[in-house]
């Protein structure tokens, strides 16, 4: 075991993505506290989706893939606040639309450049060779710029999740905050999701959130519990995709899978024996 | 001078006028009930003295040093907070946040008044429990508790015994009066319980659409409008 380990390492891909797999699991278990709390679960998946439109014209018109995703989720992500925000579309609805038409456009052209083959295969279910070093260098600063920006806004972050109005109500600009998390989200979901996959990032962000939920039973131990729990998924499953050779995205959800039925389990006698 | 005076305001929610004319105002150590019938346009009157809407005409003033983000609100819950892991004491803190700014971190002092107000309504061996396993009557503990943590002048409560049994409204009630008189905090409060309100008010506010009645508790009950509001409430 401990020289499959070595072995692992020695590989400089794999350095990568475990370097970038931990900073981005971080990120995303913490603010997926929050986007599960507030009923926000899928904005994870329809940011992926547009990822996916973004990186698809990305390629097609030879440019840096993460330099052309970044900003324009980050425009999705701020759009579908403001659409979820108003009236006349509702939240889900705006996410199904623009995840939806993300896709469309990304395939088709994908379809005209290249053709549906193996790029196409590694977006949806992500990559573990996807990572270039420069791709990393950027991807640990902005991670650690996402980390950086949750912990100075942890406590404003806690009152906008609890309860909105409150926190309007006592001088808290709830709309920049939840902008803020909107944009950290976006950040997170484009870095991970070459490696995830533009179908499954959206794992990030909801089971680890959920899984310290079963047990945890205050703000801040489910916070630091889904963060724990989410970079030791990414690690096991990794090391899983590494050494029985199966995709890294579907190793880690099948990984966090079992996590949150151990602790679906613990739960429920922990409830047992102190009620 | 008073903590809170309206002007002759009106208020339009989407496009619709649910408020005009509204006048009157709200003292040191007063205990208003806002009384009135669904639609009558008191969450919109609650939004509006929270600074969340302006009022389309009319002016809302504070004054005696009460600043915009100190009014210690006390929301109806929402679906969100059934399910939310947040232990007491971190809800309670976070009523402390206004008196932050922009610094991003809670200091000895914050952290003291919360414990302070949880001691004061009893809930302090409620500290590291989550909030989503206590009793109706012990959660608006909390969130009175939060919303002093926000305010030393005036507190201002939307509906806070909606799904409480008689006892613990009672019992919430008498707390509310004891802030009100040893800690001299202003009350507000919206209710459709009519009789308690007649109870422990000092002030009525009778809203539809328009105050049909303001003054005090004792005009209301000798009051033409108020022996009508009272007399069918009783009948119900």
Same mark, same amino acid.
């Given at each position: 075991?401990?020289?499959?380990?070595?072995?692992?390492?020695?590989?400089?891909?794999?350095?990568?993505?475990?370097? %970038?797999?931990?900073?981005?699991?971080?990120?995303?278990?913490?603010?997926? %506290?929050?986007?599960?709390?507030?009923?926000?679960?899928?904005?994870?998946?329809? @940011?992926?989706?547009?990822?996916?439109?973004?990186?698809?014209? =990305?390629?097609?018109?030879? =440019?840096?893939?993460?330099?052309?995703?970044?900003?324009?989720?980050?425009?999705?992500?701020?759009?579908?606040?403001?659409?979820?925000?108003?009236?006349?579309?509702?939240?889900?609805?705006?996410?199904?639309?623009?995840?939806?038409?993300?896709?469309?456009?990304?395939?088709? %052209?994908?379809?005209?450049?290249?053709?549906?083959?193996?790029?196409?295969?590694?977006?949806?279910?992500?990559?573990?060779?996807?990572?270039?070093?420069?791709?990393?260098?950027?991807?640990?600063?902005?991670?650690?710029?996402?980390?950086?920006?949750?912990? @100075?806004?942890?406590?404003? #972050?806690?009152?906008?999740?609890?309860?909105?109005?409150?926190?309007?109500?006592?001088?808290?600009?709830?709309?920049?905050?939840?902008?803020? #998390?909107?944009?950290?989200?976006?950040?997170?979901? %484009?870095?991970?999701?070459?490696?995830?996959?533009?179908? @499954?990032?959206?794992?990030?962000?909801?089971?680890?959130?959920?899984?310290?939920?079963?047990?945890?039973?205050?703000?801040?131990?489910?916070?630091?519990?889904?963060?724990?729990?989410?970079?030791?998924?990414?690690?096991?499953?990794?090391?899983?995709?590494?050494?029985?050779?199966?995709?890294?995205? =579907?190793?880690?959800? #099948?990984?966090?899978?079992?996590?949150?039925?151990?602790?679906?389990? =613990?739960?429920?006698?922990?409830?047992?024996?102190?009620? | 001078?008073?903590?809170?005076?309206?002007?002759?305001?009106?208020?339009?929610?989407?496009?619709?006028?649910?408020?005009?004319?509204?006048?009157?105002?709200?003292?040191?150590?007063?205990?208003?009930?806002?009384?009135?019938?669904?639609?009558?346009?008191?969450?919109? &009157?609650?939004?509006?003295?929270?600074?969340?809407?302006?009022?389309?005409?009319?002016?809302?003033?504070?004054?005696?040093?009460?600043?915009?983000?100190?009014?210690?609100?006390?929301?109806?819950?929402?679906? !969100?907070?059934?399910?939310?892991?947040?232990? !007491?004491?971190?809800?309670?803190?976070?009523?402390?946040?206004?008196?932050?700014?922009?610094?991003?971190?809670?200091?000895?002092?914050?952290?003291?008044?919360?414990?302070?107000?949880?001691?004061? /309504?009893?809930?302090?061996?409620?500290?590291?429990?989550?909030?989503?396993?206590?009793?109706?009557?012990?959660?608006?503990?909390? /969130?009175?508790?939060?919303?002093?943590?926000?305010?030393?002048? /005036?507190?201002?409560?939307?509906?806070?015994?909606?799904?409480?049994?008689?006892?613990?409204?009672?019992?919430?009630?008498? &707390?509310?009066?004891?802030?009100?008189?040893?800690?001299?905090?202003?009350? !507000?409060?919206?209710?459709?319980?009519?009789?308690?309100?007649?109870?422990?008010?000092?002030?009525?506010?009778?809203?539809?659409?328009?105050?049909?009645?303001?003054?005090?508790?004792?005009?209301?009950?000798?009051?033409?409008?108020?022996?009508?509001?009272?007399?069918?409430?009783?009948?119900?």
């Amino acid at each position: 075991m401990f020289d499959k380990m070595i072995e692992m390492f020695s590989y400089p891909f794999m350095v990568r993505a475990v370097l %970038v797999g931990t900073m981005v699991s971080l990120c995303s278990a913490l603010l997926g %506290v929050s986007l599960v709390l507030k009923r926000y679960s899928m904005i994870g998946d329809g @940011l992926s989706h547009v990822g996916f439109g973004a990186l698809a014209i =990305a390629t097609a018109a030879n =440019a840096a893939p993460l330099a052309v995703a970044i900003p324009v989720v980050i425009l999705a992500a701020v759009l579908l606040l403001r659409i979820s925000g108003s009236s006349k579309i509702k939240g889900d609805a705006a996410i199904a639309l623009i995840s939806t038409s993300a896709l469309a456009v990304g395939v088709m %052209v994908i379809s005209m450049t290249t053709g549906m083959n193996t790029d196409v295969y590694n977006y949806m279910f992500g990559s573990i060779l996807a990572m270039s070093s420069s791709d990393v260098r950027l991807s640990v600063v902005l991670s650690a710029a996402v980390l950086i920006l949750y912990i @100075l806004f942890y406590h404003k #972050i806690f009152a906008i999740t609890f309860d909105e109005t409150f926190a309007l109500a006592t001088g808290v600009r709830a709309n920049l905050y939840n902008t803020l #998390i909107a944009v950290l989200t976006a950040v997170t979901i %484009v870095l991970g999701m070459r490696m995830m996959g533009a179908l @499954l990032i959206s794992s990030l962000i909801i089971f680890p959130a959920l899984t310290s939920m079963r047990v945890c039973r205050t703000f801040k131990s489910v916070i630091i519990n889904s963060a724990v729990i989410s970079v030791i998924c990414l690690f096991v499953g990794i090391t899983v995709s590494y050494v029985w050779a199966t995709p890294a995205g =579907a190793s880690v959800v #099948i990984v966090n899978i079992a996590a949150l039925l151990i602790y679906t389990v =613990a739960g429920a006698v922990k409830n047992k024996t102190f009620l | 001078m008073a903590l809170i005076k309206c002007e002759n305001i009106s208020i339009a929610y989407e496009g619709q006028t649910v408020v005009h004319d509204l006048s009157f105002q709200v003292g040191e150590d007063d205990y208003l009930c806002i009384v009135g019938e669904n639609g009558s346009g008191k969450s919109t &009157l609650v939004k509006s003295l929270l600074g969340l809407k302006a009022p389309a005409k009319g002016k809302i003033i504070l004054g005696d040093g009460l600043s915009q983000n100190e009014i210690g609100y006390l929301p109806q819950q929402t679906d !969100v907070q059934k399910d939310f892991p947040a232990s !007491v004491y971190e809800v309670v803190l976070s009523g402390r946040l206004n008196s932050r700014g922009l610094r991003p971190f809670y200091t000895a002092a914050d952290k003291n008044n919360a414990r302070e107000n949880m001691d004061l /309504l009893g809930i302090r061996e409620l500290e590291k429990q989550c909030f989503r396993d206590l009793s109706g009557g012990q959660k608006q503990r909390v /969130l009175l508790a939060r919303a002093l943590c926000a305010t030393r002048k /005036l507190l201002l409560l939307d509906e806070p015994v909606t799904g409480l049994d008689p006892i613990v409204t009672q019992e919430f009630y008498q &707390l509310l009066r004891q802030i009100n008189r040893d800690s001299e905090i202003a009350v !507000v409060m919206v209710s459709h319980d009519i009789e308690s309100t007649m109870e422990y008010a000092s002030h009525i506010l009778h809203l539809q659409e328009t105050a049909l009645f303001f003054g005090t508790a004792e005009e209301y009950r000798n009051s033409e409008i108020g022996k009508a509001f009272l007399g069918g409430e009783q009948r119900v």
